[in-house]
């Protein structure tokens, strides 16, 4: 079964400095990958995804993520916060066990910005 | 457009009671998922329709837990005999179409507390 693990339930940086989200996976398969944010209150909203196509991922609010087979790590990265990146974030791999698509998410990561 | 909406947004009930939770998917998407989300915890996984029948269910965690999708677009989650650990916030997310790399869109979430 697939499975992430995000080190570090709580994330604190200055606005302006660089935002580093960690996220480890285990998949016995080539993994596709994701990272969503939660504003307080609300859904989920996608940031990014990994489908093998390229390495480094663009998404969206200046954030990326590069996917490295080597590390078994898929690490979300911004390189200046702003105030609105306070929220939580999630990673996440599609797990195809049992005949859905279903999504396996990590425990969440708090990231708060500090004027 | 619309994006995927759930009823109530918030509901409290008490213990041993029934309830129904509601979840309206974006309009021509043919797969839809429910997850439970529990405090200080990501999403995990409840159940998988596939138009409207519900292709994965392995993540129910019990048979007090049922959902249906009788005509392939609304879905509805049902708890019998609910339980003080049955409180959590119970996220919809439906997806154009079967495929471990489309996104899935999610809901607001209804926010279940049973006293």
């Known amino acids: 079964a697939q499975s992430v693990t995000q080190l570090g339930s709580h994330v604190s940086v200055s606005e302006g400095a660089l935002v580093l989200l960690r996220c480890n996976y285990s998949?016995?398969?080539?993994?596709?990958l994701f990272w969503y944010v939660q504003y307080p209150n609300q859904g989920l909203q996608l940031l990014l995804k990994y489908t093998s196509a390229a390495t480094l991922v663009k998404g969206i609010n200046g954030f990326e993520a590069e996917f490295k087979k080597s590390e078994t790590s898929f690490h979300l990265t911004k390189p200046s916060a702003h105030m609105s990146d306070a929220a939580e974030y999630f990673c996440a791999v599609s797990d195809t066990q049992g005949g859905s698509e279903k999504l396996v998410f990590g425990k969440g990561t708090k990231l708060t910005v500090n004027p | 457009g619309a994006g995927v909406s759930q009823t109530p947004s918030n509901k409290v009930t008490e213990k041993g009671k029934y309830v129904e939770l509601r979840c309206d998917p974006i309009?021509?998407?043919?797969?839809l998922y429910w997850y439970r989300q529990s405090l200080g915890q990501g999403p995990e996984f409840l159940i998988y329709?596939?138009?409207?029948?519900?292709?994965?269910d392995s993540g129910l965690p019990n048979d007090r837990f049922f959902a249906v999708r009788p005509e392939g677009s609304v879905s509805t989650l049902k708890i019998q005999r609910t339980e003080r650990g049955d409180s959590a916030v119970y996220l919809c997310a439906s997806s154009l179409a079967r495929g471990r790399y489309n996104e899935q869109f999610f809901g607001p979430g209804t926010r279940l507390t049973v006293l």
């Open positions: 309009s021509g998407h043919t797969a």
């Open positions: 329709f596939q138009g409207t029948g519900a292709a994965d």
């Open positions: 998949s016995s398969v080539p993994p596709y």
